[in-house]
């Protein structure tokens, strides 16, 4: 039997370091989530979604 991982909530602050390290710093996901010690899908699945905003 496999464990539920636990939903966890991300801030705002979170999201702007994340938007900051990916498009002013150039850092890559794998760079990012072990700088902010979150995971690589969490931080490709945001910047997806930023992009479909069309900003």
Known sequence: MTRKKKMVRTDMQT???IFRLKFEA???D???S???NIG???IS???IRFNNLGL
């Open 34 to 36: 072990q700088a902010l």
């Open 45 to 47: 699945d945001l910047v």
């Open 26 to 28: 150039r850092l890559s």
């Open 40 to 42: 690589r899908a969490t």
């Open 30 to 32: 794998r760079q990012i």
């Open 15 to 17: 999201y702007l370091d």
